[in-house]
């Protein structure tokens, strides 16, 4: 299968540099996802892997063998567009088989390899069809299945889920988890939706600006984000932050409140306090570290959000799990969760616990 | 919708008159070209300006075709028409791909050339090719037709495909390289195929041109052996000018081609301009 | 994978094919289009220029060499010259003014729904498709008194005081190529400004619609500004394009009666084709090529005055 290494590599477009320094391990077998918000680089990092794009410098590896300089289709590598590119001219067998029409390899191994994997996808009674006939779900199997039938060393994923519907997209993430324990093969998918990210990958890749911001698993990346970027883009709802400073052996809000950080870290630096809603909690006046009013309460079934504007602090998000009594314009007193919070410097990096 | 619906009778009937005007303005000429061509020579005069000939015959085609040289016109006319309009298409074809699909150092260069040959006066190379053309010894050649037409009708045709292929979405095209074809081979199998009626547009288009062109094949041309169609019409109505049965039934001859094409053709030509409506 | 092994390259062999790819390659595709470009026109071009400074008349062959600016000189004090020049100014403006009105208004009929819109549209394009010769010569047959009703009608509403050829009456025998002109033309406007037309966005109309617009308003608010660039670009191309445009006064009239319909580049090709006088013809042809340039200048500085986007 696929080891691939990434070491140093940067992109320019003219004398514009779009990515710079990027260096990233990615092991054989391994989900790996590329997140990000709309232009941090992502898609393009995709498609320098695939070959799609010159790299401009540093080294691409496969199995220890510099690639940069390999074309696409000596790559060995398969490729799930956002727009799934189906050749609109064949029909869906013949867009699946097309690789190895290609390579010309046998018919009957095309014709069995194609009807193994439109059975995997549930496509058998598709497969006449031209792809201006199928829905867009039925086309987003098909590129999986163009993907599948070539049996590649690593698969290359670009937003594929991002034109379906949201149940559909649901379904098919199941999919593509299930497709990767079945075939255990290296897969790099790009997405802006952490959720598809944090579900499906092995190790996540945070992009911005052209910059890694960290590599970790979904848990480190959601437990000890690197930075103020990630751990605002990680989680849902985004993260808490507010602005500190320090206050003998703890932190002092804007609003005067000390707050006592039981973790050691040095808190001299500290400019900002990260905690999530999920670790706000609504409590008797007594216990609470901040007091405010709920601007808007969001019920949603399962958690309920509480918007409350705390006089000095600000706006803070707060989640309850369940159905919380509580109106609009009521007085909210909020506990913070001290344990998990997190410290960030004035240039936004975390402050190791 | 409803602003149609809504819209009073007198606008309604107003548009119809204008399209009616239009219509008539377009096909009128052609019409009477038609009437002469099939008008016995007896009955043209007494005739005159009625809309109906009074009579009919096919005798003033059947005179044109084999009494005079026009088949050969015909003939000349065809050669250097299909192949001004193959060799063009490939051409351009190739050179819209490559602005269509590539950035590369000197593109706006090339693009600027192409567009100064769309500017300046044609006529102002009618000398320096006629001694070319005359230093290399191709007078008199439907080659040296093809040769030049080709070149005159090169950049247009690109800047036509390049639209084609702008309506393509690269991903299909990225999609065929990662699944192992070189570029060429993603050309081929998986654009190519998908431009089609581009491929058909810009054919019929230039094959008009090339149809049309008079004043270069004037210059080149001056055998009876490889006069093209316009050449040998003028030449015949100069020599002929009397007998205007005759004359119209070459004229309604020198039309059944390029109409024929055109009608092909006309249904792309604003998606083509419009471009992206050809995506797949 | 052993393909893979196999095609693997080692660092040497890699840069050429990078270079290759993305560098070399469109050119690949490029070339045959380059090639003919440059030896068929611009080749040509520069010998033309070169042409107008020499003495290059094949009925003079022993009298050739460079004359520095002596056809310019010659061409000053040519009275068909100035003529030509003045014909030149009215043809292109007459020809460009009706073209572009009559096509605007297809245009905008075209992009409304009505009952049998495509055999319409295929029939008011076709005189497009009719070869310019044989548009002049059905032209020139139509003012023909003794085949065409043209001047019969013409003197039936009073226009013409009795049923004469125009094409012979030196104050009126430009009227004939212009008619032509504008017959073949118009579909040109109407397919350039109906594509532009349609790319407009339909909620824009809608949006105006309930914003309580009229037709009119909708018309100048968003019609016009949305065609503005197109109209400049096609009218300014084809500008250029009619005032070079020699076939159709070259076959309807020769340039006569008494040079009354002689233009410029009809004057180039009767200099070049009868007088075999390349010189003088490239003369005439720099001299016009000089005036387009200018026009084009002129109308791009103005473009970008008037258009703020």
Redesign the interface.
């Known amino acids: 299968m696929a080891r691939i290494e990434l070491q140093t590599i940067s992109k320019a477009y003219g004398s514009v540099e779009v990515m710079r320094d990027i260096n990233l391990t990615i092991e054989d077998g391994e989900f790996i996802v590329l997140v990000g918000p709309s232009g941090c680089g992502k898609s393009t990092l995709l498609r320098m892997i695939a070959g799609l794009e010159p790299i401009t410098g540093g080294e691409f590896r496969i199995d220890g063998k510099r690639m940069n300089e390999v074309p696409p289709r000596d790559r060995d590598m398969a490729m799930v567009f956002q727009s799934y590119a189906l050749y609109p001219h064949m029909d869906v067998a013949r867009n699946m088989g097309f690789s190895l029409e290609i390579r010309k390899s046998a018919t009957e191994e095309r014709v069995s390899k194609v009807e193994a994997a439109a059975k995997t996808l549930g496509l058998t009674d598709l497969t006449k069809r031209l792809p201006k006939a199928l829905s867009g779900g039925q086309r987003q199997r098909v590129a999986m299945g163009r993907a599948i039938v070539r049996d590649p060393s690593a698969f290359l994923f670009d937003e594929p889920l991002s034109n379906l519907d949201a149940a559909l997209r649901v379904e098919m993430r199941l999919e593509i988890a299930r497709l990767h324990q079945r075939l255990a093969a290296t897969m790099i998918y790009v997405t802006h939706d952490q959720v598809e990210a944090l579900t499906l990958a092995d190790r996540i890749v945070v992009l911005n600006a052209g910059d890694i911001q960290q590599v970790g698993t979904p848990l480190e990346l959601y437990e000890r984000p690197a930075n103020k970027f990630v751990a605002q883009f990680i989680g849902s709802p985004t993260m808490n932050i507010l602005s500190v400073e320090q206050s003998g052996r703890g932190v002092q809000l804007k609003d005067g409140t000390v707050l006592q950080l039981t973790n050691g870290s040095d808190k001299s630096s500290a400019r900002e306090l990260g905690v999530r809603p999920e670790h706000l909690n609504v409590v008797t006046p007594e216990k609470a570290h901040l007091s405010g009013v709920a601007e808007l309460v969001e019920h949603l079934g399962s958690d309920t959000n509480i918007h409350a504007k705390v006089p000095g602090v600000g706006q803070v998000l707060v989640r309850q799990h369940g159905h919380f009594p509580l109106k609009a314009g009521e007085p909210v007193d909020i506990a913070l969760d001290l344990e998990k919070a997190h410290l960030f410097d004035a240039d936004g990096r975390r402050l190791a616990a | 919708?409803r602003?149609?619906r809504s819209s009073s009778s007198v606008v309604v009937a107003g548009?119809?008159i204008?399209?009616g005007f239009?219509?008539a303005?377009?096909?009128f000429?052609?019409y009477?070209?038609l009437k002469?061509a099939v008008t016995p020579d007896k009955l043209?005069?007494t005739d005159?300006?009625s809309l109906v000939p009074s009579g009919f015959t096919f005798e003033n085609f059947s005179t044109v075709l084999v009494q005079t040289d026009f088949l050969a016109y015909f003939r000349n006319s065809l050669v250097v028409s299909l192949g001004t309009a193959a060799i063009t298409t490939?051409?351009?074809a190739?050179?819209g791909?490559?602005f269509s699909r590539?950035d590369?150092?000197?593109?706006r260069l090339?693009i600027a050339?192409?567009l100064i040959?769309?500017?300046?006066?044609?006529?102002?190379?009618?000398?320096?090719?006629?001694?070319?053309v005359a230093y290399v010894g191709l007078l008199n050649s439907l080659t040296s037709l093809i040769?030049?037409y080709?070149?005159?009708n090169?950049?247009f045709a690109?800047f036509l495909m390049q639209s084609f292929f702008d309506g393509i979405?690269k991903?299909?095209e990225?999609?065929?390289?990662?699944?192992?074809?070189?570029?060429f081979?993603a050309l081929r199998?998986?654009i190519l195929?998908?431009t089609l009626p581009g491929l058909a547009a810009t054919l019929g288009f230039i094959f008009?041109a090339a149809?049309?062109e008079?004043?270069f094949a004037?210059?080149l041309i001056n055998s009876n052996d490889t006069m093209t169609?316009?050449v040998g019409?003028?030449t015949f109505?100069s020599k002929f000018s009397v007998d205007?049965g005759q004359?119209?039934a070459a004229?309604v001859l020198?039309?059944v081609p390029?109409?024929l094409?055109?009608?092909f053709i006309?249904?792309y030509?604003?998606q083509g301009?419009?471009s992206g409506a050809v995506k797949? | 994978m052993t393909a893979l092994a196999d095609t693997a390259p080692g660092e040497t062999r890699a840069r050429p094919s990078f270079y290759f790819r993305y560098m070399v390659e469109p050119y690949l595709y490029l070339s045959p289009a380059i090639i003919l470009i440059a030896l068929v026109m611009m080749v040509p071009l520069v010998i033309g220029i070169s042409y107008a400074f020499q003495s290059v008349n094949l009925l003079r062959p022993f009298q050739t060499g460079w004359v520095g600016f002596e056809n310019f000189q010659s061409l000053w004090s040519d009275r068909k010259f100035w003529l030509a020049l003045t014909n030149t100014f009215w043809w292109t403006l007459g020809s460009i003014t009706l073209q572009f009105f009559l096509g605007l208004g297809l245009a905008l009929l075209l992009n409304t729904q009505f009952h049998g819109k495509r055999l319409v549209q295929a029939l008011v394009f076709l005189p497009w498709a009719v070869p310019t010769f044989l548009s002049a010569l059905t032209w020139a047959w139509l003012f023909n008194p003794t085949i065409g009703p043209l001047p019969h009608w013409l003197a039936a509403l009073g226009i013409l005081s009795e049923p004469f050829n125009i094409l012979g009456d030196p104050d009126l025998a430009m009227w004939g190529p212009i008619t032509a002109n504008v017959w073949f033309g118009i579909p040109f406007f109407a397919i350039t400004l109906l594509a532009a037309l349609q790319s407009i966005p339909g909620e824009l109309y809608e949006a105006a619609e309930i914003d309580g617009a009229t037709t009119w308003q909708c018309f100048t608010k968003i019609t016009l500004p949305f065609l503005a660039p197109m109209i400049a670009i096609t009218v300014m191309l084809r500008t250029i394009w009619i005032a070079n445009f020699a076939d159709l006064i070259f076959v309807m009239t020769g340039g006569g009666p008494a040079n009354s319909t002689q233009i410029l580049s009809t004057y180039i090709f009767t200099t070049a084709f009868r007088k075999l006088d390349f010189g003088y013809a490239s003369a005439i042809a720099v001299a016009l090529l000089g005036l387009l340039l200018l026009y084009a200048a002129v109308l791009l500085m103005l473009r970008r005055k008037m258009v703020k986007i």
């Open positions: 919708m602003a149609y548009k119809y204008a399209l239009y219509v303005f377009a096909l000429p052609l009477w070209l002469i043209i005069f005159g300006t490939c051409i351009a190739a050179a791909y490559a590539f590369f150092r000197g593109k090339v050339v192409m040959t769309q500017m300046f006066p044609l006529l102002m190379i009618i000398a320096p090719i006629y001694k070319i040769i030049v080709t070149a005159f090169i950049p690109t979405p991903d299909l990225e999609a065929g390289m990662i699944d192992g074809c070189t570029r081979t199998k998986i195929p998908l008009t149809w049309s008079l004043l004037l210059m169609f316009p019409l003028l109505v205007w004359m119209m004229g020198a039309l390029s109409c094409f055109f009608i006309q249904r030509l604003v301009l419009t797949g």
